[in-house]
Every structure is written in C-alpha cells, then in structure tokens.
C-alpha cells in the first residue's frame, strides 16, 4: 500500500510553474535582477575594480571623486569613491555579499526553528501545540527589531568589542532569525494539524509507518509550499531589517560594512554634496528588497491553489 499522497503530481505542478513563470514578465524580471545581484555579490572578490576594505589598495588622493560620467569623475571609479578613497562599487558589491548573507543566514534559521516546532505542534497536539503557539503568539506582539536590539545589546553587554566584531555576523543573524520564528510556526502548525486528518496519513499509521517518517516524508513536503512563499518574502525583509540595525549603528562593525554599514556612512555627507556616497548603496537596497518582494507575491499567486 502507498501511502504517499498522489504522486505523480510533483512533476505535473513542476512543468505548470514553470508555464506560469514563462507567462509572467515581471516575475522573470525580478529573478534576472536577484540572480545578478547574487552573481556580483558571490564573485565580488574577482568583479570589484578592488577591495575596499584593504588599508593597502587605498589611496587618500583618490578620496569623494565623483562617478564617472560627471564633472571630474574617473572612468577606473565607475560610481565614484568616499572620504576615504573607497571604490564604491567595489564597496557595494562587498557590501551586498554581507546583507546576502545576513539574509539568508536569518531565514534558514528563522524557517529552520519553525518548522520543527510547527510540525511538533502540528502532530503532537495538546499540551505541546498548547506551549508553542502561546510562546509564538507572546513573542509576535513585540516589535522584531525590538527583539533584534535586545539580542545586540545583551551580546555587547557580554562580550568585548573585539569579540563581539567577530561573531558580529552570528549574532545578526540570531536576532533577526529568532524574531521572525512565529510566523513559521503557525503556518506549519496549521497545516500538519490539516494534513494529519487526510485519509493518506491514517493509512501510513495503518501499515505501521513510524510517526517521525509520516511527518518528514508525507507531512512535510505537502505543507512546504506556504513555507516557501513565507521564505521568499521573508528574505527581503531580513535584508531590510538587517540594514535598519546597521544603520543604528548595531549591526555589521565598521570592518565588515553591510549595505546599512555604507548608508550610515554615506548619510554623513549627503549634505556636502557627495550624494553618490549614500545613494547608491540605497538604491541597490530598494531594488534587491523590491526584487525580491515581487518574485515572492508571485510565488503566493502561482501556489495558492485558491487563486488559479
């Protein structure tokens, strides 16, 4: 007896999304500007004119040159440099590689955290689905840079600045990752609390299959989709979150600069005429963020059964 629910659907719904996809020009526009925002991020250290954050490759002479195309620009400073003689290119394409990484890194263990607790709660029930929702419910009526500002300032309170810069990147990560759990959990939650009245998982506990692979190989990928979509529109506002606390000046330490670190700093001389400083490295944000926000609704649109 197969217990696995209508399989030869995952293929069938592969090739319709994919359709989908090919239908829909701003989805595939939003996924070119992620994948050449990634491409440049990952190989920065090969695509950066140079490296920004090596006190040797700087030059005080070369310092708040304007992009190129205007008025005494250089051509080997395609958007100008800083006060401190900082290609910023480079610097954004460095930059990005950090917020990636900050973004990622908190979704993975935000949906990581959730989804086993969801499933937990989900299949258990009871006492258990009692205890997680509560703790979830609680931590959602506290504002998540709240919670992300707390976390830095008890790893600050904790730690010396010198190892604080060094797990700086854990630490964001952590709080930002462990603010947006909830959500997680209260989708998986639900939908493991539907999925276990379903006529395939009362057959599977028929034939004697262990609870742990019913949840891992039934459960679970029927109930992942939500999840994706939550991910995706997760990941832009990890981003953002990630550059509000580095702007604060509670982030990424000055030696590893994030695309909030160089705002931070480039908001400083916004009024002294070196706009490119702070808008560029803003600009890059607003589209990764919007970017990444469009290709999410559209995964909501492509998914959700209820809306085809």
């Keep these: 007896m197969n217990a696995d629910p209508m399989p030869g659907l995952t293929m069938t719904n592969g090739r319709d999304l994919w359709r989908q996809f090919c239908r829909a020009p701003v989805a595939m526009a939003a996924t070119m500007i992620i994948v050449l925002i990634v491409v440049g991020a990952v190989f920065a250290p090969w695509i950066a004119p140079q490296n920004p954050f090596d006190p040797a490759a700087l030059d005080l002479s070369n310092a708040l040159i304007p992009p190129a ?63 997680v929702m509560r703790l979830a419910d609680v931590q959602l009526t506290i504002p998540a840079i709240l919670i992300a500002l707390m976390i830095d300032a008890l790893a600050r309170a904790t730690l010396s600045p010198g190892r604080h810069e ?7 990560i952590f709080a930002i990752g462990i603010a947006d759990w909830p959500q997680y959990a209260r ?10 009245t379903l006529g395939y998982v009362r057959a599977a ?8 692979t019913i949840v891992l190989r039934h459960i679970l990928p029927n109930v992942l989709t939500s999840v994706t979509v939550l991910a995706t529109l997760g990941l832009a506002l990890a981003i953002i979150s990630e550059a509000t606390l580095s702007f604060l000046g509670v982030g990424m330490p000055p030696t590893t600069p994030s695309l909030g670190t160089l705002i931070r700093v480039g908001q400083n001389f916004l009024f002294s005429g070196e706009w490119w400083i702070v808008a560029f490295p803003s600009l890059v944000l607003v589209i990764m963020a919007l970017a990444v926000n469009l290709l999410g609704d559209w995964l909501r649109d492509a998914l959700d059964p209820r809306l085809v």
């Excluded at 908190?106 to 955290?113: C, E, I, W």
């Excluded at 060094?166 to 964001?172: M, T, Y």
């Excluded at 989708?187 to 276990?196: D, E, H, L, P």
């Excluded at 506990?205 to 742990?212: A, D, L, M, N, Y």
């Design 187 to 196: 989708t998986m939650r639900t939908g493991t609390a539907v999925q276990k």
């Design 166 to 172: 060094e797990v700086a990147l854990g630490v964001l």
């Design 69 to 131: 195309w205007m008025s005494g620009g250089d051509h080997h400073f395609l958007l100008g440099t800083d006060d401190q003689g900082r290609d910023v290119l480079s610097a954004l394409l460095y930059g990005t590689r950090v917020s990636l990484a900050v973004g990622i890194g908190a979704v993975v263990f935000a949906a990581v955290l959730g989804i086993a607790s969801g499933l937990l709660a989900g299949w258990r029930g009871g006492i258990v689905e009692t205890l």
């Design 205 to 212: 506990r028929i034939i004697g299959v262990k609870p742990i």
